[in-house]
């Protein structure tokens, strides 16, 4: 097979950003929050049906990924190069990206279960955390799919986290689960239980009576600030 040349290459990846709706579509994925087709569909005016098959070329150009999650599908920019392509080209063109302003009530945003493990702005950020602490890593045949490290194993385990257990679990052991009011990943699966589950345990955080909001309390804040380097 040839190698396609650079200037070929760039053209196409060109072709495929120049669309206008296609446009509308990555500007808005900038902000880091991924968005559902019909999300998209309104940003980029056009028919779902229409948004679709603008997705399907964005992916094909490996410029979006899709994340599915029960009946959603998830779009976000596909990696960094990507963002900072099109952070470049908007530069030059002196556009300015609009900002990503959820909806959610405060409470439930800051903190939350989602099934049996946490959401919200805490869980996100724990996720992000984690991986910068390189303690969590990305499965190599499925980046939706994560691992633990050498050092993510010990640490974690060492702070009473079942790891065996979650690993024993016939479920996925831990993976990206879309937050529905902050629009970035957090940890699901096994693992995201566990944790989770030791949080409730040292009382870490605490469940609302009424609803699924969680809150984290002074030695919450404390333990997270010592075990995860939290500011």
Not at 12 to 38: K, V
Not at 104 to 122: E, F, I, K, S, V
Not at 148 to 169: F, I, K, N, P, Y
Request: one cysteine or more; a positive charge; hydrophobic letters at 45%.
């Amino acid at each position: 097979m040839i190698a396609e040349h650079a200037d070929t290459a760039v053209a196409r990846i060109a072709a495929a950003i120049a669309e206008p709706a296609r446009a509308r579509m990555l500007c808005c994925l900038m902000d880091g929050h991924a968005r559902t087709s019909t999300e998209l569909s309104v940003v980029a005016e056009v028919t779902p049906s229409t948004a679709s098959a603008h997705l399907n070329k964005l992916k094909d150009q490996q410029l979006v990924k899709v994340l599915a999650q029960g009946k959603h599908r998830y779009y976000s920019l596909a990696d960094k190069q990507v963002a900072s392509a099109l952070e470049a080209l908007m530069t030059v063109a002196g556009a300015q990206r609009e900002r990503f302003v959820p909806n959610t009530p405060t409470r439930l945003r800051a903190a939350r279960t989602c099934y049996d493990h946490m959401a919200g702005t805490l869980a996100v950020a724990l996720h992000d955390r984690l991986f910068d602490l390189g303690w969590l890593v990305p499965d190599h045949a499925d980046d939706s799919r994560y691992e633990l490290s050498h050092s993510g194993l010990q640490a974690l385990t060492g702070m009473g986290v079942e790891v065996d257990d979650a690993r024993g679990s016939r479920r996925r052991f831990a993976c990206a689960c879309v937050d529905w009011s902050e629009r970035r990943p957090h940890l699901g699966g096994a693992l995201g239980a566990a944790l989770l589950a030791l949080s409730l345990k040292e009382r870490w955080v605490t469940r609302d009576l009424d609803s699924r909001a969680l809150a984290i309390t002074p030695k919450g804040e404390r333990e997270m600030r010592l075990r995860f380097g939290f500011a």
